[in-house]
């Protein structure tokens, strides 16, 4: 990656790359739910209590560390899109893709997307939610596959976030398939997102200059 | 467009500067920055940093602001209108000299 190309991406994509702080919701969101699932018990009540304080404490903790160590970016409103699934509902990203790849890409995601909306209603009207959180975690992947084919991420970013999103999507269909447990799902997305979420964080190291008063042009 | 002695078009010196063309690059892709952020992109020393984005607010390519955050100031750099419309003409300008220099096909 050339110099240009660096200072235009870290300009675009820093704050993506602040990976450690998404870790304690992510956390909060997949491992926590094994104080979650004992709501009858006092101890498990207090344990979500005291865990939820932590991990909103470690967010905030982190997001200050990015503030004092790498500063602040205000990204431009095409780049903050992008980050969230909301660029495959919008009219405008047929306009965006690049290749008929993309296109397809698009097209299968809206299809999901409408599959998971049915699917959530139909295990609603039915009052169970188990099958919803594969789906959920899908999006989190059409997120990640958006990372993967924008030309303008490192090679590297663009393979770990590849490996991911198949890694995630392949334990999702065997625990669908296999009738397994949630337990291995959740393990195995978690330690995914994690890992992806720590290998950001070395990207942004590797990108940016370390601060020192003497360094010049 | 104005030329230089050697026949190529003039080269916005300004904007040419290694420093300042760093900097407006990473203000051009993004909405605003602050000083922490452009020091760690870049790589330049707080007063290196400071002189150039004094220089670029001078000639009306960036907005500063500066405010108080936590009692501490907290400088903010955005590329103006103008400083978008010059760096287009550099790459521009750039380009077309790239195409001149360009050995002929035999």
Redesign the interface.
Known sequence: MD??SR??????H?NDLQGLRWVPLLTWLLWDETFLALPEQLSGKLAALASSIVLVGAYFGLARYYD??????????E?ARDRTASWLLLVSAFQDVADRTQIWLVLLARLVLLIMILEWLYTLWISSSHTFRYYFVYLIVFVMIRRVLDKTNPVLRRTYYGLASAIIVAIGSLTLAQHWGMKAFNITTYATLLAVCIADHFVLLSL??T??????? | MPENAGGFPEVDRLIHEPARLALLTVLSACESADFTFLQRVTGLSKGNLSVQLTKLEQAGLVYIEKTIYQKKTLTTAELSRQGRDQLSEYWRVMRRIQEQSAPRPE
């Open positions: 110099n240009l200072l235009t991406f870290l300009g675009r820093s004092r160590h790498f500063g602040h970016l205000k990204q431009g409103p780049v940016t200059a601060l020192t008063e003497e360094a010049d042009a």
